[in-house]
């Protein structure tokens, strides 16, 4: 009895040992970025973060999180009770006992993960990964051996099958975590909750300030000599242990819109290839060497792959770091971008417009501009928009249901300039704050109570991320302000007959990065309108294609992202598709060929209005 006991006591402490060798080994890789804070208590909250934060992403998929919850769950109850009892040469049967029932949960999770690496869907990664039930299998097996037969009849063949199942196992675990195989995900996944590089996802704050990007230290502030990340060691250390916190489930993969075009992005293939770059090349340039410009410029920042990852990787902010270094340091924004960051930064206008003609749409309308010193309740913001036509028809849509609502409200006129969000998404910091701080000028000498607007960039910009800049507001999106004015009453429509069979767009940056879905809703059910939901719908919705940049720097793919959202709104059997953003009009209207009929919901409560 107490050889054999000695033996597994004796791998124990060695497995601990290779864990340790291991961890070093990958900390040693993570220490070669760029330093930020360490939180050390955060570490106690590592636990609720993986069993809530983390599992409320996995039980999206409830096959995954069974299996999840049998083979993790029960595998680290056992090795902590072979800590406990072989660890500390305890012995004890009954122990023993509870390793065996462990394992047992253990080897039923691991055949569901063998179940699934038979018939593997396209966004899993093979290769190493498809050894993984064998050792996690050979472990478990080892384990309900060591735990299941008695420690005197565990001699001979048995003993020698029982050690060398447990080393496969233990080997996995250490030598396999260290040289970047599946199991480092566990050791860097659990660090990662604890240094996440946004800790702000797991406290109270809203879905925006979750989503927000921070600003670049320009002009010589500390840390300014870093413009973006150029090289993997470029990134801060904990970023690099989020990108080795990878599973490689594929899940990001599956919801990128512009993977799913055919484009040259795949958010899992990017983050490998910096996990690559920095094990191997850590002070190399990334752009051509690890990840091709394109696939970088591809992006449409939607979050898709954020919302969707179960390891809580944040790949749009890696996109965004990348994106800096290439605008910022060799003006390499490709397509319309540069002359596009060119007109914002002369005229304060994407499109290099004089700002007085951002008012003409409103000419023959009774809209007030505000003045200094003059009080009003809402302050709208009507943005790019305003100089297209397309979306002039959907702003006096609006300005009439405000109007027919007693809104006591003005514009800015020729005073708005562009919010800088454009330039932000494209890498080109610089321009953005130089924006940000001029309209926050411009905003802090005039009195108003709330700020209205059509556009979820501009509202995400004002709400979110103006604030670290020194902006603080309240901001609303129209959908909100008019679903509020609905239920106070004020404002009377006659219902749609017939019903038309309708569905709504989620624009990305009022649903996934604000959290609002619902008053969109309540707004076409105020109206009349059964509501054909999409597959791919509210925090799921599948993008335009507009946003980030994408529309500028227009990186060609098999098929067009707003091509395939037209298709979701087809196969929805939709004859009006409503919308609630400038960006998804022009996106979803540019569709050729018979499609659903394209419409604000400004436009949808305007033509409802009694007269």
């Not at 800088?420 to 926050?440: C, K, N, P, S, W």
Request: hydrophobic fraction near 45%; aromatic fraction near 6%; glycine fraction near 10%.
């Amino acid at each position: 009895m107490a050889p054999f006991a000695a033996v597994i006591t004796g791998l124990f402490w060695l497995s601990v040992l290779g864990v340790a060798a291991g961890g070093l080994r990958r900390a040693a890789l993570w220490r070669t970025g760029r330093t930020a804070p360490v939180r050390w208590r955060d570490l106690l909250a590592a636990p609720k973060r993986y069993f809530v934060d983390l599992h409320r992403v996995v039980a999206r998929d409830p096959y995954i999180a069974r299996t999840h919850i049998a083979t993790a769950g029960a595998a680290v109850a056992a090795m902590a009770l072979v800590a406990v009892n072989y660890g500390l040469a305890l012995y004890s049967p009954a122990l023993d006992l509870a390793i065996a029932l462990a394992a047992l949960i253990m080897l039923g999770g691991v055949g569901f993960v063998w179940h699934r690496r038979r018939t593997p869907p396209a966004r899993l990664s093979r290769g190493m990964w498809d050894r993984l039930p064998w050792m996690l299998g050979a472990l478990a097996l080892g384990l309900l051996l060591l735990g299941g037969i008695p420690t005197p009849l565990l001699s001979g063949a048995a003993g020698l099958a029982t050690v060398a199942l447990l080393a496969v196992g233990a080997w996995e675990l250490t030598a396999g975590m260290a040289r970047g195989g599946p199991m480092k995900h566990a050791f860097a996944g659990l660090l990662h909750l604890a240094f996440h590089p946004r800790p702000e996802r797991f406290g109270r704050t809203s879905a925006g300030q979750r989503a927000a990007l921070r600003p670049l230290a320009l002009g010589g502030e500390p840390g300014a000599e870093r413009l973006g990340a150029g090289q993997p060691s470029a990134f801060a250390w904990n970023q690099l242990l989020s990108f080795d916190a990878c599973v490689q489930c594929g899940k990001c993969e599956a919801a990128c819109p512009a993977y799913a075009a055919g484009q040259p992005l795949n958010p899992k293939k990017l983050i490998q290839d910096l996990v690559t770059g920095m094990a191997g090349a850590a002070t190399q340039p990334i752009v051509p060497g690890l990840i091709a410009p394109d696939s970088l410029w591809a992006c449409t920042t939607c979050r898709a792959c954020v919302h969707e990852c179960p390891m809580l990787i944040e790949h749009v902010d890696a996109v965004i770091d990348m994106r800096r270094q290439q605008t910022l340091e060799h003006g390499a924004a490709p397509g319309k971008a540069p002359a596009v960051l060119d007109n914002l930064r002369e005229t304060a206008s994407a499109g290099g417009f004089d700002l007085s003609a951002r008012f003409h749409w409103a000419a023959d309308l009774v809209v007030a501009q505000i003045q200094p010193g003059k009080s009003v309740d809402v302050l709208l913001i009507v943005g790019e928009g305003a100089f297209g036509m397309r979306y002039q028809r959907s702003l006096r849509a609006l300005v009439k249901a405000m109007q027919a609502g007693g809104v006591d409200f003005a514009v800015l006129g020729v005073l708005e300039t562009d919010t800088g969000d454009v330039a932000r998404r494209l890498g080109d910091e610089a321009t953005f704050q130089t924006l940000a701080h001029r309209l926050i000028r411009t905003l802090s000498a005039l009195t108003f109570d709330r700020i209205v607007t059509a556009d979820p960039h501009i509202l995400h910009s004002l709400r979110n991320e103006y604030p670290a800049l020194g902006g603080h507001y309240r901001v609303l999106h129209h959908t909100s302000l008019l679903s509020a004015l609905f239920k106070a009453g004020r404002l009377r429509v006659k219902l749609a007959d017939p019903p038309r069979a309708l569905t709504y767009h989620d624009p990305c940056y009022l649903a996934r990065y604000n959290g609002e879905t619902e008053a969109p809703r309540e707004l076409l059910r105020h109206l009349g309108f059964p509501i054909k939901e999409m597959m791919r719908h509210g925090l799921n919705g599948r993008c335009c294609g507009g946003g980030g940049g994408a529309a500028l720097t227009d990186i060609p793919g098999k098929q067009r992202i707003p091509d395939l959202r037209i298709q979701d709104a087809r196969d929805a059997g939709a004859e009006t598709v409503a919308v609630a953003c400038p960006n998804c009009t022009v996106m979803l209207e540019g569709v050729v060929g018979p499609r659903p009929d394209v419409r604000d919901i400004a436009e949808l409560v305007a033509d409802a209005l009694e007269p």
